[in-house]
């Protein structure tokens, strides 16, 4: 198994998110995260916040939103 390492995976996150990736990016990402919990949280946030401004396409600080976005996942944790 080759993991490309978080550095690689949260670089290249965004560009996964939007499918703008290669297959073999996507797959070294995916395995990545398949063994990662710091990174496929970040890949949740990510794919909230893209479906999130997608919904609203509001204009609001990103910074905000994530926050409030990682707060809920923290939540959805405790009460898991
Ligand atoms: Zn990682």
Redesign the pocket.
């Known amino acids: 198994m080759t993991d490309c390492?978080?550095d690689k995976?949260?670089a290249e996150l965004e560009e996964f998110l939007h499918n703008e990736l290669s297959e073999q990016q996507c797959s070294d990402i995916r395995e990545?995260?398949a063994n990662?919990d710091?990174?496929s949280a970040e890949h949740l946030v990510g794919i909230t916040l893209t479906e999130k401004v997608k919904q609203s396409c509001q204009e609001k600080a990103p910074e905000e939103l994530r926050a409030m976005i990682e707060g809920a996942i923290l939540r959805a944790d405790a009460n898991a």
């Open positions: 390492g978080c995976a949260k990545h995260m990662c710091d990174c």
